[in-house]
């Protein structure tokens, strides 16, 4: 799972319950193309909000034999709605 603009101490928190999860990454990059080229992982996880659109990078993942899964969204916890919570409360940090 990965998302540019999230807060990376909330990776951790998502993925505790998966057994198979092996790691999490914060990138620098606008987009997750070069750090997945280089780790070629066998599965990418997008969360819901990617439901029902192609993921730009899954031609990528799939490339090498990878698997791109959407888990389902959980309200509250999307970049989009993090971004909006900030910039509408001026002390938010």
Do not use: C
Request: aromatic share 10%.
């Amino acid at each position: 799972m990965t998302v540019p603009s999230s807060t990376s101490g909330n990776v951790p928190h998502y993925l505790r319950r998966w057994t198979a999860w092996t790691g999490s990454l914060v990138f620098s990059q606008y987009t997750p193309e070069q750090v997945l080229a280089e780790l070629r992982p066998d599965v990418w996880v997008k969360g819901g909000d990617y439901a029902g659109r192609r993921i730009p990078e899954a031609d990528l993942v799939e490339s090498w034999g990878g698997q791109v899964v959407v888990v389902p969204y959980l309200d509250g916890y999307s970049t989009t709605s993090l971004i909006a919570r900030l910039t509408h409360q001026p002390d938010a940090r």
